[in-house]
């Protein structure tokens, strides 16, 4: 899972598109997973985005997300399909009561916020693992004309995701070493034992920021106008491919705005 919101650098099809078009594919998936109520489609979306990243040939380093991912939407789903109570009843887990009873319109309710929450959480990482930190910064502050402190801000949260979660598994590590008990089946106890990592977390979290801080204002943060050594092409390719998926976008929304079955 270290792997969630780092760059993964290889020479691929999707790496070479501009930052603005791989922002666009997020979007316009995020906007299906929006409006598209069949899990099928939506599974279908799921499946687009796998190919994506194998064609951007980071299916391998993607691969324990996608899992994690599918373990945790099928926690929600075990969770929420009983909550649902309307529509015919498909099965009861208590006969002759009404107790943890699953109907058809809970399950289709379930599996849609499932896939969607699948589509949404998934297209993240493979665009972060095929776009790199100060691409999609020179992105957002030259071409859509976000403020530099506001774009240097959110992509810099993004990119300490990954820094945060490896000194996590040291912290876990070490403190499994020293005879701290991780290996609670309960997960009430388990996750009483994760609290007190949290601590160490923290402080780490807080020297790092004021270390950025610090070098920052070294280098002139926020002084004068900013130049940038790289710039970012958009070329005829990008053209294509955003007419492209604003076209399969628009054309999903308009299905099932017309009541077609998606």
């Known amino acids: 899972m270290s792997v969630v919101a780092s760059y993964v650098p290889r020479d691929s099809w999707v790496h070479r598109l501009n930052p603005l078009t791989k922002l666009l594919w997020t979007l316009v998936v995020m906007t299906l997973s929006f409006v598209v109520e069949d899990p099928l489609a939506l599974a279908g979306i799921f499946v687009s985005i796998v190919l994506v990243a ?3 040939r980071i299916l391998r380093e993607m691969l324990p997300a996608f899992k ?12 929420q399909v009983f909550f649902i109570s309307d529509g015919k009843t498909l099965l009861t887990l208590i006969p002759g009561t009404d107790l943890l009873r699953i109907t058809d319109r809970g399950l289709m309710g379930s599996l849609a916020m499932g896939g969607r929450m699948l589509v949404i959480a998934a297209s993240f990482p493979v ?4 776009t790199q930190i100060k691409d999609l910064v020179i992105t957002l502050v030259e071409k859509l004309k976000i403020p530099y402190t506001y774009a240097f801000m959110f992509v810099t ?3 300490f995701i990954p820094t945060f979660m490896q000194e996590m598994d040291q912290i876990i590590q070490a403190q499994c070493s020293r005879g701290h008990r991780l290996d609670e089946r ?7 034992a994760l ?4 601590i160490p977390l923290m ?7 004021e270390a950025l801080a ?3 204002e070294t280098r002139g943060f926020g002084i004068g106008k900013r130049t940038y050594l790289h710039q970012t092409a958009f070329n005829r390719r990008d053209w294509l491919v955003c007419a492209g998926l604003l076209a399969a976008g628009a054309a999903g929304v308009v299905i099932c705005l017309k009541g077609f079955p998606l």
Not at 127 to 130: Q, R
Not at 195 to 198: E, F, K, V
Not at 203 to 209: L, M, Q
Request: aromatic share 12%; hydrophobic share 60%; with cysteine.
């Open 127 to 130: 665009f972060m693992g095929t």
């Open 195 to 198: 609290c007190p990592l949290a």
């Open 54 to 56: 194998a064609l951007g």
């Open 214 to 216: 610090v070098s920052m």
């Open 186 to 192: 309960n997960v009430w106890k388990k996750f009483a």
């Open 68 to 79: 994690g991912l599918l373990i945790f939407v099928g926690l929600f789903l075990i969770l």
């Open 157 to 159: 949260s993004l990119r």
């Open 203 to 209: 402080v780490t979290s807080i020297k790092k920021a």
